[in-house]
Structure formats: C-alpha cells, structure tokens
C-alpha cells in the first residue's frame, strides 16, 4: 500500500509558475514509476507527466511539452511537477499516481497506476 498527499496547488494568473509536490508513503517509492494526471469539470482524467521507477526517462503530454517538468527526489519519497507558463486551459484538479509498473518507460494510462492521491486544485486565470 502506497499513500500519496499532494500539494502546492492554488490560484495564478496565465503566464506564472506553480510548483506541485507529492509526497509518498507506505512501500519502497523508488520501486513506483509516478505521474501526474490532470481532470477538468466534465472531462475524463489525462496524463500530464510521469517518470520511470528509475528517474531516468519522462513522458510529457503534447500540451504541457516545454513548460512543465517532472522530477523525483526517492531520498525525500517525493515526486514534483514544476509548471511554468501556465494557461487557463491547464486549470483541473491535479492527481499524482503511483504504479507497480517496471518498465523502462513510465506508464501513461490511468489503468496502469493503482495508487492515488485525493488531489489538488490548479485554477489558472485569464
């Protein structure tokens, strides 16, 4: 079992910077590929980033590509999502995920992540 509170979410103007965080607790973190998943109101729920067990490959969405970056840090159990440039069009409540998969490449679907967190909103204005 794998627990995941999130935080640093909150309300910014188009073209500033949040810095999300996800700090995890339970089983081994470093054994989790982690992402970070994005759900707007009436929309289903998207990968926006995530990172392999190993920290050494990413996969971002087309539409944050250049302006957001994953990282984790596995001394400190604790996976972030940095967000530059935001836009109003990346306003959502913001999940981090923690899946068992063990491939060189993190998974992209919500399927394969069987831990979650409860979420933190991200409100972008115009």
């Known amino acids: 079992q794998v627990q995941l509170v999130e935080s640093g979410g909150g309300l910014v103007q188009a073209g500033g910077s949040l810095r999300l965080s996800c700090a995890a607790s339970?089983?081994?973190?470093?054994?989790?590929?982690m992402g970070w998943f994005r759900q707007a109101p009436g929309k289903d729920r998207e990968v926006v980033a995530a990172?392999?067990?190993?920290?050494?490959?990413?996969y971002y969405a087309d539409s944050v590509k250049g302006r957001f970056t994953i990282s984790r840090d596995n001394a400190k159990n604790t996976v972030y999502l940095q967000m530059n440039s935001l836009k109003p069009e990346d306003t959502a409540v913001y999940y981090c995920?923690?899946?068992?998969?063990?491939?060189?490449?993190?998974?992209?679907?919500?399927?394969?992540?069987?831990?979650w967190g409860q979420g933190t909103q991200v409100t972008v204005s115009s």
């Open positions: 995920a923690a899946s068992q998969s063990r491939t060189a490449s993190p998974a992209r679907d919500v399927s394969r992540y069987e831990y």
């Open positions: 339970g089983r081994t973190f470093s054994n989790y590929a």
């Open positions: 990172i392999s067990w190993s920290g050494v490959v990413t």
